[in-house]
């Protein structure tokens, strides 16, 4: 593939057949507008710190009756680690809490601030200060977009010896992702995350997947947007392979007239196809 090829695989927004003049811009105001929307209709926890640098602080979105116990999503935003945040990423509460399940939107640095590494402590960090913080959590899920669901991913694989707990994550809902990042380290995307060798290497989730076997499986969930590119659809494909041999219990999702944005955007709806999916995975179906 020429670097034109590349670049134009790894940047979703020329996937989308959708007839608007910027369709990241659009992906920013719906989720935002979505967000507030469910801040006003929900009980919620804002700026819970789950460590102690300034960007490491969940936003919490609660039901308005719940049980004794109830499940937690944590949702990690996409944003290729240079975009987006918290403020933007609780969209997805709302068909959530409606079921009687929790959902708190991670913040972590993204880059120039952050590295890529640093990012994927923070997410593991999160996540083990949740189930060490809220008793009422019954299981833990993931659920990640793009950037965040290679986060999520990475998540997986974690040796949780250097955390004070291992969460027992029920099942992960990876959304349009990257798995491997070594291409990404030859695109425009590299120019902001300044990744190398190394650190593709030790964060590709494709390239740590044995990883996995040995490891208390969850269920995996892999969606790709139909008007993802063929790369993202390769890498998806990859992972679920991957997850898979690994012996855990994966799915894969080809979801129909979405593109790499509106795919997380429709989950602020309860009738969108990956809205029931989720509620049904959660609800043990
Ligand atoms: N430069 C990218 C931007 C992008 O991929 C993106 C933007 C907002 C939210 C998620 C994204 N993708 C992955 O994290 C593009 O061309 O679409």
Same mark, same amino acid.
């Given at each position: 593939m020429t670097k034109e090829e590349l670049e134009t695989q790894y940047s979703p927004s020329k996937w989308s057949l959708r007839r608007v003049k910027d369709v990241i811009e659009v992906h920013i105001q719906a989720t935002s507008d979505a967000t507030h929307n469910a801040q006003a209709a929900t009980k919620t926890l804002l700026n819970v710190p789950y460590g102690l640098g !300034? /960007? !490491?602080k969940l936003d919490v979105y609660l039901p308005k009756e719940p049980s004794q116990t109830f499940p937690l999503v944590l949702y990690i935003h996409g944003g290729y680690w240079q975009l987006l945040s918290k403020e933007v990423s609780g969209f997805a509460a709302r068909p959530l809490v409606t079921h009687g399940i929790a959902l708190a939107a991670v913040d972590y640095d993204v880059a120039p601030k952050g590295q890529l590494e640093e990012m994927v402590r923070q997410v593991r960090r999160s996540v083990a200060f949740a189930v060490q913080q809220y008793t009422w959590i019954s299981d833990v899920y993931l659920l990640g977009h793009s950037a965040g669901a290679h986060l999520a991913a990475m998540v997986l694989s974690t040796d949780w010896t250097e955390f004070d707990v291992v969460p027992n994550i029920k099942g992960a809902? =990876? *959304?349009? /992702? *990257?798995?491997? =990042?070594?291409?990404?380290?030859?695109?425009? *995307?590299?120019?902001?995350?300044?990744?190398?060798? !190394?650190? *593709?290497?030790?964060?590709?989730?494709l390239q740590r997947a044995h990883k996995l076997e040995g490891k208390k499986g969850c269920r995996v969930l892999i969606a790709v947007a139909q008007h993802d590119s063929p790369e993202f659809h390769r890498q998806s494909w990859e992972y679920f392979e991957a997850v898979r041999s690994a012996g855990w219990s994966a799915s894969f =999702?080809?979801?129909?007239?979405?593109?790499?944005?509106?795919?997380?955007?429709? =989950?602020?709806q309860e009738d969108y196809v990956l809205t029931q999916v989720i509620l049904n995975m959660i609800s043990g179906e």
């Open positions: !300034e /960007g !490491e809902f =990876l *959304v349009s /992702g *990257v798995y491997d =990042l070594e291409p990404i380290m030859h695109t425009y *995307v590299n120019d902001v995350l300044h990744i190398n060798r !190394e650190v *593709v290497q030790s964060n590709s989730p =999702l080809d979801i129909a007239d979405r593109d790499h944005f509106d795919v997380a955007e429709k =989950l602020s």
